[in-house]
């Protein structure tokens, strides 16, 4: 069975780190690229990021450019995003999805982790 | 804003059947699949409809896919009060990104 185990989210003060990991199973992990997609609570899904299944092809959304991290460890079947700068509106559900295929384009998502939820508050 | 536009909620009787449009641009829906999620209350968007017209294995053929230029849509047949739920359609778009639209609030009166 397919399975994405996020963790690492929690609360943190604006400007502040954060490192959310996704841990794979049940698949082979470096045939597939991956992605990050959040969800402010009570809003829609948002595109945070995504990363190649060698990690040659990175995107992210232009709300997080230049502040967030993308990065991936085949050998230990994880998915990393370093979130440096961190600001009020980053608060969300943050998900975990498998990618279509090995390069960075993705037409659709599955499956989907169960999301650890980040605050960003003072 | 979401990239793509969906309507915040639709709704019908039980048994009856309920469209959900998705409306996009060349630079997504016009040149790219479209895949349409579910997200039940409290849990993880799940997958669909993938490839504008593809259904997941397990998912019923209740649920159907289609997609004509730079929109799409998404009808489910047969309606349950088990698919009260969130439906989110979703793509890719020319500037290397993934896009959702805003998602659609379906109520089974």
């Known amino acids: 069975e397919v399975q994405l185990v996020e963790s690492g989210g929690g609360l943190v003060q604006p400007g502040r780190s954060l490192r959310l990991s996704c841990a794979a199973s049940?698949?082979?992990?470096?045939?597939?690229?991956m992605h990050w997609v959040r969800q402010a609570p009570g809003k829609g899904l948002e595109w945070v990021s995504g990363?190649?299944?060698?990690?040659?092809?990175?995107g992210y959304a232009d709300s997080v450019k230049g502040r967030f991290t993308i990065s991936r460890d085949n050998a230990k079947n994880s998915l990393y995003l370093q979130m440096n700068s961190l600001r009020a509106e980053d608060t969300a559900l943050y998900y975990c999805?498998?990618?279509?295929?090995?390069?960075?384009?993705?037409?659709?998502?599955?499956?989907w982790g169960q999301g650890t939820l980040v605050t960003v508050s003072s | 804003q979401s990239v793509l536009t969906q309507p915040p909620s639709v709704s019908a009787a039980p048994g009856q059947k309920v469209t959900i449009s998705c409306s996009g641009s060349?630079?997504?829906?016009?040149?790219?699949?479209v895949s349409w999620y579910q997200q039940l209350p409290g849990t993880a968007p799940k997958l669909l409809i993938y490839?504008?017209?593809k259904r997941p294995s397990g998912i019923p053929d209740r649920f159907s896919g289609s997609k004509s230029g730079t929109s799409a849509t998404l009808g489910i047949t047969g309606l349950q009060t088990g698919d009260e739920a969130d439906y989110y359609c979703?793509?890719?778009?020319?500037?290397?990104?993934?896009?959702f639209g805003g998602g659609t609030k379906l109520t089974v009166l």
């Open positions: 999805a498998k990618g279509k295929i090995r390069w960075l384009q993705s037409n659709w998502f599955d499956p």
């Open positions: 049940g698949f082979t992990f470096d045939d597939y690229a």
């Open positions: 990363i190649s299944w060698n990690s040659g092809s990175i």
């Open positions: 060349s630079s997504n829906i016009g040149n790219n699949y």
């Open positions: 490839d504008n017209n």
């Open positions: 979703g793509t890719w778009d020319s500037s290397l990104r993934g896009v």
